[in-house]
């Protein structure tokens, strides 16, 4: 990962998330006025901000160009109040802070992250059949899935099993912008969920290497990562174009599962009877779709295939 932009200066992060989040907001959004002179760049000065967390102008400074990098919570919560961050944000900026704080020591889960599932859930999968679902890993690695799970996601089985990555596939293969009809606020999602990690561990090897590769290929993912987002989606709808089985709404829960290994849940549902089921139904099964199509012209993935 290009650490001078993306990771391992801590205070870098967590001023370069301060400038982010300092030029979403206006005077008016807290109450200034925009005062005289003309505003070269968005969002509140430096000064501005500071007044409203109270904190010199020099200690904020110093904050954001990555030279004081030991806040006090206090301190932190009265940027996260000015700046109107909400749950999320907060919580990102004050684990900014905690990597801020341990300056170059590296940072380690106890465990390596998983790279496979239990049989236990392999045999929920199967149970929430014909209900599409897979489980993720913290970098989101598809790690199993049920059938429909898989034939969902239009064209993720040409890839090896070790390139299938959910954040891969929406920025990187071709029928995933035309497959989401919200396609901007998936891969949002996704980038969000990355920026996340990156603010507990942003030297952790499964996250910059996915990271470095995006940055490299994808000019939607670098724009994305700079801006910094860090709340998503957990549960909501989603429509489909599907290239197999037609345009389709599924609604869709994300579960954290427990253990620590950050993977997560992921199934999609709908009523019984309706026709959303039984496209859930075809998509299990693999009937009634176009399933001898040729593998799209994908570009090269980048990685090589990890063992699952």
Known sequence: MAREQHSGSGGGEL?????ARRARVTPADVGLLAGPGLRRTPGLRREELATLAGVSIDYYTRMERGRETNPSPSVVDAL???????????????????????GAAPFRTAEEPATSVDPGMELLLESLRPSPAHVVSRTMDVLAANPGGLRLMAGLADWPQGQRNIVRYVFLHPTARVLFEDWEIQIRGCVARLRTLAGVEPDAPDLTGLVDELLAKSPDFARLWEDYDVTGHSSGRKTFHHPDAGTFTLGYHSLQ????????????????GTPEYDVMVRLDRGQD????REPAETEAAGRAPRRH
């Open 257 to 272: 599962l427990d253990g620590g290994s950050g993977q997560r849940l992921v199934a999609y549902h709908a009523g019984p």
């Open 80 to 102: 996260a109040t000015a700046l109107l961050l909400e749950e999320p944000e907060r919580r990102h900026l004050r684990d900014l802070a905690a990597c801020a704080a341990r």
């Open 289 to 292: 779709l176009d399933l001898d």
């Open 15 to 19: 001023g370069r998330f301060l400038k």
